[in-house]
């Protein structure tokens, strides 16, 4: 698991089922589409083999957990991952970098995807 904070977060992985129709999970109205992405393509592969690489924009302002920024939106446990993703949201955050990449990063601004490709991860040796 990756927990120190990303010192440039350009490429994420995302793993889909097959014929999945909706690619994005919508915190509320207000938000709008957020894409779930981590940096570890072998967390991506847990939903299934063949997942997305997604290439993000060196412009994307990102919020990162851990800073004071994140953290004055972080004071209610209660809805936790929604209620930041909606703040940031607010505040012209273009996607939210949280520590433990099972949650990952949310991307709110589709527009800072600058490539994406399917492709296979190879499985992990035990």
């Known amino acids: 698991m990756i927990r120190a904070r990303p010192s440039r977060l350009r490429i994420l992985y995302r793993g889909r ?3 999945a129709r909706v690619p994005y999970w919508s915190v509320d109205a207000e938000t709008g589409p957020v894409l779930f992405a981590t940096m570890d393509p072998h967390i ?3 939903y299934h083999p063949e997942i997305q690489r997604l290439e ?3 412009e994307a302002k990102v919020l990162f957990e ?3 920024q994140f953290a004055a939106l972080d ?5 936790r991952i929604e209620r930041i993703v909606s ?4 505040r012209g ?3 939210v970098w949280f520590a433990d990449q099972r949650i990952g990063v949310a991307i709110l601004s589709p527009d800072h995807i600058v490539s994406e490709k399917w492709i296979t991860v190879p499985a992990r040796e035990k």
Request: net charge positive; proline share 0%.
């Open 93 to 95: 955050y273009d996607a």
């Open 75 to 79: 004071n209610d446990a209660r809805n």
């Open 56 to 58: 993000l924009s060196g």
């Open 66 to 68: 851990g800073t004071k």
């Open 87 to 90: 703040a940031a949201s607010r």
């Open 17 to 19: 089922a097959t014929g």
């Open 44 to 46: 991506a592969s847990k």
